[in-house]
C-alpha cells in the first residue's frame, strides 16, 4: 500500500462507478433510469459538500449504516448481531422514533453523506422510518432485509420511491439458505424477487459468503439464476466468526483472492449486474474503513459505532450531532493510531479486538 494513497478520493470514485454501473443495469427501466439520472446529479453536490468539509477539517464519509430496529423475527445460524446483544426478539423500548431518524437522514444530506444502508433487526418493522427515508431524494436508501415482511404496501411505496432499493438476504441456493435462515423462506423470498420483477423495481441480495458457499454463490449458474429474477446487485459480506467453532467459516487470504478474482471476472461478463464486496481489498482500500474513514454506524438507540460489528459507542446522536458523532473520541482514535489498518482473520479487524475497543470506551467515560 502506498503511503500516499488517498482513501477519500478512493470513496469518491467508487460511489461515482457505483452510479455509473447501476445507471447501466437500468437502461431498460425508464423510470428507474430517470432517478438515477438525479440521484447522479445529487451524488455530485454532495461530493462537494464533503470536499467543502475536508477544507474545514472535517472528514465525512460518503456511506452510512443505520440500524434502525433491534428487533427481528428470524434465528440466523451464527447471527453476529445476535450474538452481540445488537438484536433481540422484541422491540426495546428506547429506539429512536421516525422523527428522529428523518433529523439524522437531514443532517447526512447536509453533510454529504450519499448512501444509508438501512439495517437492523429487521428494518421493515419500521415502516415509519422507511417513510421517512422516501422523502429524503437525494440520498440513496439500500434496506438490508430478510424479506419476510415485503408486502404489498411495501412494493407500492418502493414502486413510488426509487430512492428505496431493497436488498434480499440470501445463503446461497434453496438448501443453504433453508439450512441458515429456516424453513420456508427461500420460497417467500423467490416469490417476493418475481413481484419485485413484475413492478419493475431494481432490488439487489446481500451474501454473507464463507468458505462453504464462495464457490456457490460466485458461479455463473448461481448469478445468471438471480439475474434472470431480476436482481441487479449482489452485496457479498466476508462472514465474521462470532465463536471460535465458527472460525473455519471465515475467508482466509487464499478464499479473498479468489472472490477478487471472480468478482472481477463476473463484473466482467454480467455488466448489467453490480458486484459489491464488503470489506472487499483492504489493502487497496487502505485499511478497514470503519469509524468514520469510509462509514460509520447508528444503532437504533442512537449511539454512534464504528461499525455492526463493533458494538461500542461514546457519543449517542440523541444528545449531540452527527457531525460531532463523526469526530468522537473513539473514531479519532481508531482512526489515527493505526487500529483500522492492521491483519486479522475474518471480515472485521475491529471485532478481533473487540476487547481493546470497548477498554478504549471505558477509558473516554471515565475521562
Known sequence: MSETFDIQ????????????????????????????????????????????????GLHVPSYLIASI????????????????????????????????????????????????????????????????????????????????FLNERYFDLMDQNRNLVPIVSLEGGFETTEARRGAGIYQKLI????????????????????????????????????????CRAMILVEFVPVTDEASHLAPGDAERARMNEKIMALREKYPEMV??????????SGGCLAAGRGFFHINSHGGAEPCPFSPFSDINVIETSLKDAISSKLFVTLRENGHLLENHAGGCVLYEKRELVAQLVGQMSDQ
Open 69 to 148: 430496529t433491534s428487533n427481528c423475527n428470524l434465528h440466523c445460524a451464527g447471527c453476529y448481531s445476535r450474538v452481540n446483544r445488537a438484536t433481540e426478539d422484541c422491540e426495546p423500548v428506547a429506539q429512536l422514533t421516525g422523527e428522529q431518524w428523518g433529523s439524522i437522514f437531514d443532517e447526512a444530506d447536509d453533510l454529504g453523506i450519499s448512501f444509508i444502508l438501512l439495517a437492523g433487526g429487521e428494518p421493515t418493522l419500521r415502516k415509519d422510518v422507511i417513510e421517512e427515508a422516501a422523502k429524503r431524494k437525494n440520498i440513496l436508501f439500500p434496506i438490508f432485509t430478510n424479506g419476510t
Open 191 to 230: 416469490k417476493n424477487m418475481e413481484e419485485l420483477k413484475k413492478r419493475g423495481i431494481i432490488f439487489g441480495t446481500s451474501i454473507t459468503v464463507t468458505t462453504e458457499n464462495l464457490e456457490e454463490v460466485l458461479s455463473d449458474s448461481f448469478v445468471e439464476d438471480l439475474g434472470e429474477k431480476g
Open 9 to 56: 478520493e478512493y470513496l469518491t470514485n467508487g460511489v461515482k462507478d457505483l452510479i455509473k454501473d447501476v445507471l447501466k443495469a437500468t437502461l431498460k427501466n425508464p423510470r428507474e433510469a430517470a432517478f438515477m439520472a438525479k440521484f447522479a446529479a445529487a451524488t455530485t453536490a454532495a461530493t462537494k459538500r464533503r470536499e467543502a468539509n475536508e477544507s474545514a
Open 275 to 284: 458486484f459489491i464486496s464488503f470489506p472487499g481489498d483492504e489493502k487497496s
